[in-house]
């Protein structure tokens, strides 16, 4: 059994005011972590603690209620502080305040008018309402004497509940040995407590518009709200929604008549995430006005809602930067390294909800400590695991970032040569000239020795003439000169960085080099420029009746009468 007089207190406080509805992603994650967006100055219990609180006061009363009672026999059980305190909780829980009533001390009031009874059970039910909003009871410290404690300072008639904290200060709940009228005495809530149950209400009761909307809805209690309360936050809520709509609604026409703002992305952004988290803030600002109780606390300190509309204002604001980044890619000539962003705002996604996940479980009470610390050592296990795909990961991010090679461009990495078909996450696929395809692991790709054949500006054309000894001077000068005049005049030959030169008797041939700039990147192109002056040079030697040496050695047998000279026979 929960005693309603038994719960933690709670003090309201105003929500902090957002000087703008477009908050950057840190400001909101550092608020739902820090807890910065709060609705009360003091610590409201959190989900755990009252749940554990409320177990643990189960079997206290369970066991104290079993026990025999010292002291008088009285047939409200008010023989001692302790049972007292215990049989008052139940009546209230009852909703039976004419029955509590006889549990307050309502005698010397300064507010009762002579000739007038005081309307006890209303008094009964206003010191219910502050007990159950805002204050904490310990039952076990509770006297089970008949005297009560000795030793807390106070006179010995009297022993002290709680301490509630106010506006004005601290006050003590008080209980009183008063007389019965028979000789005995029993345990009542003082009268110095009684007599401030006004002033107390004023302070943490339901207030006018609760008083009434309490006294039209029965008075059943769901997940620690009650009917009318239920019904008053749908109403703040559905007011919150009203607003937040319309101040979206706006911002959204404003942008639309701005041209460069014309982003449906946008939009979507403030018409979705960014609309909920402006309702939930509304709706933060305004949950005092429905005097909840510290159950309701609780739940309202778990801040669900508002830690989900954070993280989906988050996930909106990731997919904004990757689209933007991606437009910006593609206007800069790199769309290949669109593909990062997709796993990138997945992770940087997966990180969000993590601290949203830790935030709330933390807001609900449990120990995240541990949790942080155990998700730690897990990283650690896991990275060690990943190492090699992490370093993949890496280098696709290296590939794509300085961009070495492109998809579709032709290089030679190591002995493969052939056309860049994929660059992936954890390898790039390399079309070789046999058709074959080679995956390449991107750590491996991005540290070694990449040759771009495509961003070669022109392609080197290098061979040699190898003109028979026969040819004279004469004619290997004709071909040079002929040779240089046809590169002049040739539209597909860089004439200022090509050559041809005599450049040394062979071991068969006159050895002329030719030293080409053909203007072309393309491969293809390359193959049919080489041959159009392939075909010019053989037509220039044929001009000219120069032959291409044949590589041939002569062998002299000599007869077995034949005595070379200087050797004697």
Known sequence: MSSPMSSPMSSPMSSPKYSSVFLSLIVLLFALCSGVVSAESVQAPTIKELAEKDKAEEEVIKKLVEAPVAGPYDEL??????????????????????????????????????????DGADLARKIAIVARRAMKIDIEALSDD??????????????????????????????????????????????????????????FGYGKVGDMLSTMFPPYVIVGFEIWQLVML???????????????????WLLRRTEKFKIERLQRFIAGPLRLLITILILRASFDLISPSLMARAIFESRTLLIFAIVWVSFGFVEMVKHRLADRMQRNGQPDAVVLLKPASTATKFVLLLIGLISWMDNLGYEVTTLIAGLGVGGVAVALAAQKSMENLIGSIMIYTSQPVKVGDFCRYGNDIGTVEEIGLRATQLRTLARSVVHIPNAQFSAGVIENLTQRDKILYRTRLRLSFDTTSVQIQQVLDRVREMMRDHEDIDDDNSRIRFIEFGKYANEL????????????????????INLRISGILDDIGVKIAIPASATYLAGKDFVPEGVEG
């Open 234 to 252: 749908s109403g703040i809520l559905l007011c919150a929604f009203l607003i937040a709509y319309s101040l979206t609604y706006v911002i959204i």
């Open 146 to 203: 008949p005297n009560g404690h000795k030793d807390d300072g106070l006179p010995s008639f009297r022993d002290r509940v709680t301490t509630l904290e106010t506006r004005d200060g601290k006050v003590d709940i008080l209980m009183q040995r008063v007389p019965r009228g028979d000789g005995e005495y029993i345990w009542k809530i003082s009268n110095a407590t009684v007599a401030m149950i006004p002033e107390l209400y004023d302070e």
């Open 77 to 118: 059980n008010r023989s001692t502080p302790r049972s007292s305190l215990l049989a008052l909780a139940l009546e209230v829980k009852q909703k039976n305040f004419e029955k509590a009533a006889e549990y307050l001390d309502m005698r010397y009031l300064p507010f009762a008018e002579e000739g007038k009874e005081v």
């Open 513 to 532: 080099e030719l030293f080409v700039y053909v203007r072309t990147c393309e491969f293809p192109v390359y193959l049919e420029k080489v041959e159009d």
